[in-house]
């Protein structure tokens, strides 16, 4: 924040820090909820201090540039007479960083300062930097928390000394790691090394680490002050310009699922001795398809902890295991310290105990479809209340840039017809309630087709239809 001449927040002389642990899970979607300092999963930020001499701090959404509510992390914008007014014979970059105005109030001039953060009862408290930040898979990962975990997961690395960020590859991100050792020479154990480094950052964070490289002593790209240069480490690995000691990057690969997968049928009629075999093999498929990378690069020692699975992940694994081998697998399962060994083992005793899961029969469209419970209840608050909008949902979306009208029709008619229940409507028979699904289609079309299939009669006294079906609310 060089940009201000004077300060943006301070402490006033005597007052002790504001330490505030705040959930990891709910900071990486950007919300604050504080939570007792010690427990699983906690956070510990560090107030820098209030406002003061005349400056207004804002947290702002940087991509709709609207204020964030009061629990939520945006990017810190500052106004006021200690602000600079621009960098020196740079108009661009000046009226970018420096002419900033809130999207809905066309309040400003503000500062972007680039850095995250929030307040809390008018304290400013940063939890990092908007270039810096990491996203894989929708999770907002902060580079110095992942930086900490790596650097203390082995004791021959070095302390401040590391770099975690994210590249692009096949399309999506993967995450990166440089970080020196205290010696020049590759290390005998390097290997044990890297491990060391990829299981802290799988436990801590559901996560998989796709490069983890080792630099020499005093290498890695630091500003004059000592900060870390993330980009600058960023750049090198790309350039291949980084003085390596030792690395380990996986093979990326879009992962083709083999035609003769694995079933439960054809598992339990191999021999004895084959079945762990087969089962260790099918469990390393399944790793290597969900994580895309070579399966060469999954082993059955593995800890299924180790992986770097997050939740999403897991449970796309277990719904494959379960669908193939129709089997129930407790999640807890998968939690445990168990290696893809010990889980094939474990997976048939399942097999020898547990009786073979029922598949799910699609029921007919042509006959009456009984409302369900859930589905009852809403009927009943309709006949309560006619046209009551107790159960519309309403939302709104921003779009920015070119709209391919046609593209977005498209989607919806797909999602339309993916999704039955947007075709459905709830129609009275002789007295009781039942569904009725529309055939898919034009979803505009048939909407309009649909509801003015249905006879409207008062209650009880034939048929009647509770409103249009829900694809007209698209």
Not at 238 to 264: H, P, Q, W, Y
Not at 425 to 442: L, N, R, S, T
């Amino acid at each position: 924040m060089a940009e201000t001449t004077l300060k943006i927040a301070t402490v006033r002389s005597g007052a002790t820090p504001t330490f505030l642990p705040v959930d990891a899970g709910a900071l990486e979607n950007n919300h604050i909820v504080e939570v007792v300092e010690g427990d699983r999963g906690a956070r510990t930020l560090v107030g820098c201090g209030f406002p003061e001499f005349g400056t207004k701090v804002a947290i702002v959404n940087p991509e709709s540039l609207t204020q964030c509510q009061p629990q939520e992390v945006g990017e810190i914008w500052v106004a006021g007479e200690t602000v600079a007014r621009g960098y020196w014979n740079r108009p661009e970059e000046t009226e970018k960083t420096f002419q900033a105005y809130l999207s809905d109030t066309s309040e400003g001039p503000f500062l972007r300062t680039g850095d995250l953060g929030f307040l809390r009862d008018r304290e400013l408290f940063i939890t990092g930097r908007l270039k810096d930040l990491i996203i894989i898979r929708g999770r907002n990962l902060y580079p110095q928390d992942i930086e900490r975990t790596a650097e203390q997961s082995y004791p021959t690395l070095r302390l401040g000394a590391n770099a975690a960020f994210s590249v692009k590859i096949a399309d999506t991100e993967q995450l990166v790691i440089v970080q020196e050792i205290e010696s020049r020479k590759t290390p005998a154990n390097s290997e044990e090394i890297i491990r060391a480094i990829r299981h802290r950052i799988a436990i801590e964070y559901e996560l998989q680490a796709y490069g983890v490289v080792l630099i020499k002593p005093g290498s890695i790209p630091k500003t004059t002050s000592g900060k870390i240069q993330r980009r600058a480490a960023y750049a090198d690995f790309l350039a291949d310009k980084l003085e390596v000691v030792a690395s380990s990057v996986l093979e990326i690969s879009d992962f083709v699922e083999i035609e003769n997968r694995l079933t439960r049928e054809n598992l339990l009629t191999a021999e004895l001795a084959e079945q762990q075999a087969q089962l260790e093999t099918y469990l390393r498929q399944q790793v290597a398809r969900v994580l895309k990378v070579s399966i060469s690069q999954i082993q059955s020692a593995q800890g299924f902890s180790n992986l770097g699975l997050d939740s999403l992940a897991v449970f796309e694994f277990k719904n494959q295991i379960e669908t193939d081998l129709k089997i129930a697998l407790s999640i807890e399962d998968l939690f445990q310290e168990l290696s893809l060994a010990q889980l094939a083992a474990k997976i048939l005793e399942k097999l020898a105990e547990a009786p073979k899961i029922a598949s799910i029969q699609a029921v007919s469209r042509l006959q009456n479809i009984p409302l369900s419970f859930a589905q009852e209840r809403l009927w009943f608050f309709d006949q309560l209340e006619p046209g009551n909008p107790f159960y519309n949902l309403c939302g709104a979306v921003r779009i920015t840039g070119q709209l391919n009208a046609e593209a977005l029709r498209q989607s919806i008619e797909k999602i339309i017809e993916r999704h039955e229940v947007l075709r459905t409507a709830f129609v009275a028979v002789e007295g009781q309630p039942i569904q009725v699904v529309a055939a898919a289609g034009d979803w505009d079309a048939a909407a309009d087709r649909f509801e003015r299939s249905l006879p409207r009669r008062s209650p009880g006294r034939g048929t009647k239809a509770v409103g249009p079906p829900s694809a007209r609310s698209l």
